[in-house]
């Protein structure tokens, strides 16, 4: 029987190994690391004595493939998070806070209600969010919408610096678009905000591995890093591992599913992103005050979300390159500073950890957009998955899952399983 070998356990290598496995495939899955999950995992933090997630992590409820892969794995309901849409904010500069309720449906009648919409803001001046729809590929979102006021300020800048990872201005306005048209075009219902529930690994990695588990025909090798690929001709022949070299069958079938430097570094000739943005978490092990929300935005501070867990406060700053390399006791110092103000917290600061993710993402401008290549290489048994590849959306975890999904329907149907 052939065999699809997926390189890389983070979502998109899990995804395409839990796609092709339904599907009664052969599988091998090598990840370098010693656990699965990449740059989406949870670890035991001697510093909290508490197993947290390397940071938080957001979905909405609109993101069909989350919704797919956790049926798949049987982990459908690991995810949090309420009913309607709502979205917390905390200004601190002017000590303004207010929360916006958008209704559930595609109609926004919710902006005709200065109670729900943002404040400051008028009906009408939602209308330019439609430009983001129909923007062209060279575009910036300063090129097609106005980045200032309060609409901006207040809701759309925060919204897509979280999800591109990237100063929103520069940013490519067709993912802002990809992003919009997944989420607040169709209405609340579409963007409710979900967090993996009690940590990411028991969402989207732990179910995962159990199902493969289940799956006579799928192997998981961790610590596993691939070296080498040997071409031949049109297709991979071999995949070196420092101990070992697996030779593929004329029927295997590769998936590439590593980060774009690695990608790039095992087969020079495909082009792939090459900036990236960080994103800086601090972790602190308080319980939040009774009625926390269980997700804040924060204006005119360095922290930007803030995520209440029932035993530890856990802060985002997302396109952190300006403070990444900061000394991490004066980062927990400056962050926790903003949660005490947001949160009205009037304690000292509690047990902290920070943790650095330099490259969290590529860097989602229109020019490195273009740099994101397909799903199929030259190579007719080298299929690629990744956030990073061109799935039309920003690097996330709806992207990462539906690369993999992706792969792994074109690599059964090469082997016609
Ligand atoms: C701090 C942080 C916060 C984030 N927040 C959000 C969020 O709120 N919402 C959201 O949707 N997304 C978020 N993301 C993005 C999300 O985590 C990623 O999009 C997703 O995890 C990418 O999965 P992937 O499989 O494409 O890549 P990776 O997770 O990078 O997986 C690649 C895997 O390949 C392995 N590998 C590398 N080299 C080799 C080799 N030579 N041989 C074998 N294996 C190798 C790596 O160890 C890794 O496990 C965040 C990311 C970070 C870092």
């Known amino acids: 029987m052939s065999t699809i ?58 993101n069909t493939a989350v919704q797919e ?94 999800a591109l990872n990237t100063e929103p201005e520069k940013a490519s306005a067709v993912l802002a678009g990809a992003v919009l048209r997944e989420t607040l075009a169709k209405g609340g219902l579409a963007y409710r905000p979900r967090i993996a529930k009690p940590n990411l690994a028991a969402a989207f990695v732990e179910p995962a591995l159990a199902f493969l588990g289940t799956k006579g025909g799928a192997m998981v090798h961790l610590g596993q890093r691939l070296r080498r690929i040997a071409f031949e001709g049109d297709a991979v022949a071999a995949l070196e591992f420092p101990e070992s070299t697996v030779r593929l069958a004329p029927e295997d079938t590769v998936v590439l599913a590593v980060p774009p430097w690695v990608t790039a570094d095992l087969v020079p000739e495909i082009k792939t992103p090459t900036e990236f943005r960080s994103i800086v978490n601090a972790h602190f092990k308080l319980a939040p005050p009774p009625g926390a929300p269980a997700m804040l935005g924060v204006i005119g501070g360095t922290a930007e979300w803030i ?43 509690p047990p902290w950890q920070i943790v650095k993710e330099k490259r969290a993402t590529f860097a989602a401008t229109p020019e490195q957009a273009a740099l994101r290549p397909g799903c199929r290489t030259r190579w007719r048994n080298l299929l690629l998955a990744g956030d990073w590849i061109d799935t039309g959306l920003p690097a996330t975890i709806e992207s990462a899952l539906r690369s993999g999904h992706k792969a792994a329907q074109l690599a059964c149907a090469r082997v016609a399983v």
């Not at 798949?72 to 806070?97: C, M, N, Q, V, Y």
């Not at 300006?322 to 009037?346: M, Q």
């Open 307 to 349: 995520f209440n867990f029932a035993d530890r406060i856990s802060v985002t700053v997302s396109a952190a390159d300006a403070i990444v390399d900061k000394d991490r006791e004066a980062l927990s110092w400056t962050l926790w500073a903003d949660v005490a103000r947001a949160l009205g917290i009037d304690s000292t600061r």
């Open 69 to 162: 892969y956790l049926r798949a794995i049987g982990a459908k309901d690991a995810l949090a998070g309420p009913e309607h849409a709502e979205f917390s904010f905390a200004d601190l500069g002017t000590g303004a806070r207010w929360t916006i309720r958008p209704g559930d449906g595609p109609l926004p009648w919710w902006i005709f209600d200065s109670a729900r919409r943002v404040p400051g803001t008028k009906p009408w001046d939602y209308a330019s969010i439609g430009l983001l729809l129909t923007a062209g590929r060279s575009q910036r979102i300063v090129d097609v919408v106005s980045c200032k006021g309060s609409l901006w300020e207040k809701l759309l800048r925060p919204l897509l610096l979280a």
């Open 5 to 62: 070998h997926i390189v890389g356990g983070g979502l998109a290598g899990l995804s395409a190994a839990v796609a092709s496995a339904a599907q009664g495939a052969s599988v091998m899955l090598y990840e370098a690391a010693g656990q699965a999950g990449g740059r989406c995992r949870s670890y035991y933090d001697a510093a909290l004595d508490a197993v947290i997630d390397n940071g938080n992590h957001l979905v909405l409820s609109g």
